[in-house]
């Protein structure tokens, strides 16, 4: 079996598994399971939100570009495409969204910059930290920062 130094389509690989979800203060804010998919090849998240928002994803290594890629779909309806890859032993994917506002003073919509990281840590666990950026990455706002812990 290849690891992380030798097979890129490992570096994905500490995500994998049954997670309950905790906020910086300790509260339970959801679940999530991540199944690899296809030999490895990709990865399927099934995200389900203590408030009622459910989500999938789907991540998977392109050897074209170098990169990862992640699709984000959720009951929302919000979508949000990423890519990037392993820094410093953390998996960055960055990508646009649309903003909140509707439409810049121009009429044109409004988009901001999107940037996940996922750290694991010694322990097993994962935090996610989910930043927006409205200035072209000079500053950043938290949006989701969580805490995964593997289900008993």
Known sequence: ???VQTDPRR???FWIGEWEVFGPEGKRVGENRIEPLYD???LA????GAGGIRGTSLNAWEPLTGRWHQTWVDSSGSLLLLDGGLVDGRMVLTGRAPADEEAG???AAVTELQRITWTPNDD???RQCWEVSADGGTTWRVAFDGHYRRRA
């Open 1 to 3: 079996m290849m690891d």
């Open 11 to 13: 570096q994905f690989d």
């Open 40 to 42: 490895g090849n990709a």
């Open 45 to 48: 998240e099934h995200w389900q």
């Open 105 to 107: 003073a121009d009429g």
């Open 124 to 126: 097993g666990s994962v």
